[in-house]
């Protein structure tokens, strides 16, 4: 299997994973406005989110989430109208992984052009998948998009999740939209197939260093907005099982016995915490394990 539809099958067995529970007690999409802003609102189908904001010069949109689901980009583009009719002036792709970024042709017949990191692009014109739109414009390190009186910051922190993963921070509103590689009090589990672990950990300092309070998921298994204490919760997470999965690999455990044996207790808490640390320390243990 490829490593593009291995990430498409890590995004639909996370919402699994992580989400059922939780899905089955809301309504199957919403949209909110996020508190103590006028223009940014989150719209969420099943368990992924998007973010949108409104400006009187035209819309930015965020992640069309239609993988195998082209209700959901249809319902997204009504949401925003019940809000404005305003344009559709942006699409911006917060990563390359099918489930996040795949549908977005209807938003293209709007008229919008679609942003995403330039190796987002590289990957979905190697990958010639039909549901995903090109991306016409492409960002290497750091953007600002200026739209009727708004900007939002595209950067790119390095290597994490993906090797295309895009941060998007309103200055003004200090929110940042950050997919998948910061679950909050979750434990990823497939997402770390493909990851960077040692590069993860450095991405998310970068975050940290940022002006922001208030934290949108690409997934919303905790419900809610996270806050920086999320954000170092989770680097702590990574950096003490890193730890932990180091020793037990100099050991010659990796991967069966390390999977069974290493655990970090207070995080047990945390959702889908057993199935998702077998999952991160198979991850850790290739990579203190066997360098790659």
């Not at 344009?87 to 052009?113: C, E, N, W």
């Not at 679609?114 to 998948?129: D, S, V």
């Amino acid at each position: 299997m490829s490593r593009m539809l291995r990430a498409i099958a890590s995004g639909a067995l996370l919402v699994t994973a992580l989400g059922a529970a939780a899905q089955a007690q809301r309504p199957l999409f919403e949209t909110t406005k996020v508190e103590g802003t006028d223009n940014v609102y989150i719209f969420r189908y099943q368990g992924h989110q998007s973010m949108f904001v409104v400006t009187p010069a035209g819309v930015i949109a965020t992640d069309p989430i239609g993988h195998a689901r082209p209700q959901a980009v249809t319902t997204y583009i009504a949401e925003i109208r019940k809000i404005t009719q305003a344009p559709i002036r942006y699409v911006i792709y917060s990563h390359q992984h099918f489930d996040h970024i795949a549908g977005g042709k209807p938003f293209k017949d709007l008229g919008a052009t679609f942003i995403a990191h330039r190796r987002a692009k590289e990957r979905l014109e190697e990958m010639k998948y039909e549901d995903a739109v090109i991306p016409d414009e492409v960002v290497d390190g750091r953007r600002v998009i200026s739209l009727g009186g708004t900007e939002l910051e595209l950067a790119f922190v390095g290597r994490n999740h993906s090797d295309s993963s895009l941060v998007m921070r309103l200055p003004k509103e200090k929110v940042l939209f950050a997919v998948d590689f910061i679950p909050l009090q979750a434990v990823s589990s497939y997402a770390f197939h493909d990851g960077y672990p040692v590069e993860w950990d450095e991405s998310i300092r970068k975050v940290l260093a940022m002006d922001w309070d208030k934290l949108i998921p690409g997934h919303p298994f905790a419900g809610g907005l996270g806050t920086k204490k999320h954000v170092q919760e989770f680097l702590d997470y990574m950096t003490e099982l890193s730890a932990e999965v180091k020793k037990a690999a100099h050991a010659g455990k990796c991967w069966d016995d390390a999977e069974k044996e290493v655990r970090l207790p207070k995080y047990a808490h945390w959702a889908n915490y057993e199935r998702g640390i077998a999952s991160n320390i198979r991850r850790y243990c290739g990579y203190w394990g066997r360098g790659f």
